[in-house]
Every structure is written in structure tokens, then in C-alpha cells.
């Protein structure tokens, strides 16, 4: 019974450090990250391997392969470039499945037998009986709907071999004590970039997008620092 009062020790300090944080932002609106912290962000090498596309600098034309044509605006190709991405959300999916299985099984197994000498006489009777039944019900339904329309402007910041590009933006919009945050990365084919120097975020391969906050308002809508570090603790 000795470790309890050292237990609860270890917890106290460990919620006060976690808390040391919130405490020094109370009646602080949240910070913004500093600009191109996004573009920092680690990436894993990609597992595919793409073919190598030949030159696409030309010093003594007029022309630049970087355009679609000559009275064409450029779009964005090269590290560094600024690509919109707009983003129209709304998917709405609904499923409802059921099942039953049942199934019932009953055996049985008899002897009878008898012997006799003069006099004696004696009859004997075994019976056995084997029974056995499952059954098994499911249930499921989901009913989903998002709705999400916003739009991002992203940067370049890495071309591949094949004249893809990586694009990776990040917007972050702060109200009152709130801070709205989107996030949008992916590889992108040139050719589906618009005149426009935009693009939809269903043309990106391998998108990630991320659209959350933080401020007073989540940390309302989220469990307590004390409840969170006791649900990681508690062994049960």
C-alpha cells in the first residue's frame, strides 16, 4: 500500500508538466507557426520508381516547354511555384447490412443388451445423447455525409524524374480566439493543371488534406488534460 502516495506523485507531476503549456496561453489567443513550416515537413521517399524526362530548357528559343502553348499563361512546374488547389467536398455514403446464422445438431446413441444362466436373468440398457446449437446475429449500419469547400494555395517544393510535381500548402486563419487549419499535400500531373494555374483535389495522387483548429473553443469540445493522462495511465 506504500507505492500509492508515489503513484500519485508521478501522475501529479506528469499532468503539471503537460499542462505547463495550456497554462501559459490562458487568456492568449492561439499562435500561428511561423511561414514555410509546412514546407519543412519530412517525406518519406516515394516506392515508385519513374522514368526520367529528357530537358526542358531551351536557351535560344522563344519557346519554353514550361507552357502548354505560346499565349498560354505557365503553370507551375518548377520548385517554388505557386499551384491553387480547390477543394469541393461532399460525399455522403450510406450502408445497412444484416445477417443470421443458425444452426442445430442432436445425436444419439443406444444399447441394449442381455444375458441369462438357469435361473438368473438380467437386462441392461445404455443410452447417450450429444446436442449442440449456434447461432449468431449482425447488425450494422453507417450514414455519413461531409461537406467541405475551400480552396489553398500550395507550393512546389519537389520535381519528380517523370515531370510530376510534389505540392504541399498549408493556410491557417485565425478568429478571435480560434485558429482554423488546412492542410493540403500530393503529386500532381502537369498536363491536369488548369489555364488558370489551379487544380482539383480529386486530380491529386496520394492527397492528404487535413482541415481541424485549435484554440479555446476545441479544447472546450475535447476531454480534460486530467481525464486524457489518466486514460493513458489507467491499466484498465
Not at 32 to 45: D, H, M, S
Request: aromatic share 6%; net charge neutral.
Amino acid at each position: 500500500m506504500r507505492p500509492a502516495p508515489s503513484v500519485a506523485a508521478a501522475l501529479l507531476a506528469l499532468s503539471l508538466g503537460a499542462c505547463q503549456s495550456d497554462i501559459a496561453q490562458i487568456s492568449r489567443p492561439p499562435v500561428l507557426t511561423p511561414i514555410g513550416t509546412g514546407l519543412n515537413a519530412p517525406r518519406e521517399p516515394l516506392p515508385t520508381t519513374f522514368g526520367a524526362l529528357g530537358a526542358r530548357h531551351s536557351y535560344h528559343s522563344t519557346w519554353s516547354p514550361a507552357s502548354a502553348a505560346l499565349y498560354q499563361d505557365p503553370r507551375a512546374r518548377d520548385v517554388g511555384d505557386v499551384i491553387t488547389v480547390s477543394i469541393a467536398i461532399n460525399d455522403k455514403a450510406q450502408f445497412d447490412n444484416a445477417s443470421e446464422r443458425a444452426r442445430s445438431q442432436k445425436s444419439s446413441l443406444g444399447f441394449d443388451f442381455g444375458y441369462g444362466v438357469s435361473a438368473l436373468k438380467d437386462t441392461a440398457t445404455a443410452d447417450t445423447g450429444i446436442r449442440s446449437g449456434t447461432e449468431t446475429k449482425g447488425q450494422g449500419s453507417i450514414d455519413r455525409k461531409e461537406s467541405l469547400s475551400l480552396s489553398v494555395a500550395a507550393v512546389v517544393t519537389e520535381v519528380l524524374p517523370n515531370g510530376n510535381v510534389v505540392i504541399s500548402g498549408s493556410q491557417e486563419v485565425r478568429v478571435n480566439n480560434e485558429v482554423r487549419v488546412l492542410e493540403v499535400a500530393g503529386i500532381v500531373r502537369p498536363r491536369d493543371i488548369s489555364r488558370k494555374n489551379t487544380i482539383d483535389y480529386d486530380k491529386i495522387a496520394e492527397a492528404r488534406i487535413s482541415y481541424g483548429g485549435r484554440g479555446r473553443i476545441t479544447d472546450v469540445q475535447g476531454p480534460t488534460l486530467g481525464q486524457r493522462v489518466f486514460e493513458t495511465v489507467a491499466p484498465f
